[in-house]
Structures are given as structure tokens and as C-alpha cells.
DNA sequence: CTAACATATGAACATGTATTCATATGTTGT
DNA sequence: ACAACATATGAATACATGTTCATATGTTAG
């Protein structure tokens, strides 16, 4: 990790180009933004959690069925869920015993849509 | 992992309601795209990529110019950078002993924007 | 109340991954 | 040819993460 002195007017770097440095540190992001946009993608960033996503595209599923539709354990299954729950990307109601899911955030749809779309056309 | 029998017109199970999970499965994706879509998000799920492609969205940058932008090690920053070169998701040039970098995938570029979209309106 | 059931969860394990350090590769200027 | 430099890369380390197993929680039917 290097620190480098890098105000507004005064840029002193050996190799790098200071005006460009100075400009696109202002252009980028901030650590903690980086940080919430890579925790979204690193839900979308698992076969599992894709494939329960993208069930759940069509339909809201319960936990058994879920795992009967991607062919896995009810207990990976469930702690899959419980990240996305966390994440607020599935909400989930209460029946008796069972436990329902469903897609909870437009955004997300549109994303894993979208990364869906990418790699079918390439 | 189970492996459940489910055909299309006969459905056998215990607990879980067959005809929603033949409906299911026939509208789910296969285990190679699922692959392929999770391949994609995971490389946008660590916030050093998210930072460099983000940073790769304004203009094309030179290494080193990458790791004083986002304040990072070199190496570092060029490990991530092959990850993302192997994806096509950024593409670069050499131009003498400097290696300049931009981004080569617009899908990549929308879904970021969408990403960073996402947590700034909530 | 009890048994059967659906789901949730903690612990353990295996695997994957990001960074750092040291060093290699390849380029430029002298 | 040599030194300085920009980048790449292998190895090592530390840390995160996904699955499984066993079990806990909570619900329904009898």
C-alpha cells in the first residue's frame, strides 16, 4: 500500500503522471462506496446464489422446493438465503412450517438479468 | 447435494410440491451458465476491481497510475489487473515499458454504473 | 403431548482468493 | 553494455467463503 502526497496544486511522484492522478482521485469512488457495490456483486458472484436468484426470477419458491429446483442440500440452500435476506435482495414470508421466498429488489433482477444477457451473447 | 427423480409428467416426492419444481427447473438455468454469470459478478465483487474499473471508466490509465489513484501496491494492482485482462473485461496496450489500460466491455461498464446506482439510492 | 416435518444454525472442514515480498522480464536512455 | 525504470509473476501467508453434518427451533397433525 503506498501513500502518496497528492493536494490540489502540488504533485510530487516519480514515475506516475501527477495532473491525471490528481483528477482521477477525484473522479473515483470513495473506499466505503467500493466496498457496497463489490458486497452487492459478491452475492450475484456464486453459481448457487445465482441459480436461487434466478429461480425465484419467476416465482416464489419455499426452501424444499428450492433445493429440489437446483439440486442441493436444504441446509446450503438455507444459509444461501439467509445471506440474501440479510443483503435484502429476497424477502420472505412465514406459512406454518414453511418459509416462502421471493425476489425483493428490482435492481437486482435487472443486474442478474444483465449478467445473464452477457454471457449468452459472446 | 440430492439428486431427485423428476419427470415430466410423473413426480414423486416427499415434502416438496413436484409440479412447481418441473415448472421450475425447465425455466432455470444450467449449471455452466450459472457458472458463467457468477464468474462475471465475482470479478466485480472485491473492491480493489471495483475500484480499478471504476477508474477505467473516465480514461485509460497506466499501471502505475492505477495504484496511485486508488492507493494500492503495485503488484497488487497487477495481479488484479491480469484477473480482469483474462475476463476481456479491461483491454490494454503497451507503449514502451508502460502498459496502458482501459475498459473493453460496455456490458461491464453498464453493470458497474448500475452497481454504483444501487447504493447511492438507498 | 408427541411424532413428523420444514427450516435455521453452529462447528468443522476444505477450498478459494487477495495482498505482500522478492524477483524476473523487458524497455529506455546513456 | 549498463543502470534505471515499469510491469509481471511465483511463492507464501492470511483471510474469507461454501458445503456438510449434526442438531436446534418452531409448527402441524394426531
Redesign the interface.
Given at each position: 500500500?503506498?501513500?502518496?502526497e497528492?493536494t490540489e496544486d502540488i504533485c510530487e511522484?516519480l514515475?506516475?503522471?501527477p495532473q491525471?492522478?490528481c483528477i482521477?482521485?477525484k473522479?473515483?469512488?470513495s473506499?466505503s462506496?467500493?466496498?457496497?457495490?463489490?458486497?452487492?456483486?459478491?452475492?450475484?458472484?456464486?453459481?448457487?446464489?445465482?441459480?436461487i436468484l434466478?429461480?425465484l426470477t419467476?416465482?416464489e419458491?419455499?426452501v424444499?422446493?428450492i433445493?429440489?429446483?437446483?439440486?442441493?442440500?436444504?441446509s446450503a440452500v438455507s444459509h444461501q438465503l439467509r445471506l440474501l435476506r440479510n443483503a435484502r435482495l429476497v424477502r420472505y414470508r412465514r406459512e406454518g412450517k414453511m418459509a416462502w421466498y421471493s425476489l425483493d429488489d428490482e435492481?437486482v433482477r435487472?443486474?442478474?438479468s444483465?449478467?445473464?444477457?452477457?454471457?449468452?451473447h459472446r
Open positions: 500500500m503506498q501513500t502518496k497528492c511522484q514515475c506516475e503522471h491525471i492522478i482521477a482521485k473522479e473515483s469512488i473506499d462506496e467500493a466496498q457496497q457495490v463489490a458486497e452487492i456483486f459478491k452475492l450475484l458472484g456464486d453459481p448457487t446464489r445465482v441459480k434466478q429461480v419467476k416465482r419458491l419455499c424444499c422446493d433445493a429440489a429446483v437446483i439440486e442441493m442440500g436444504q435492481h435487472s443486474l442478474l444483465q449478467g445473464i444477457d452477457h454471457i449468452k
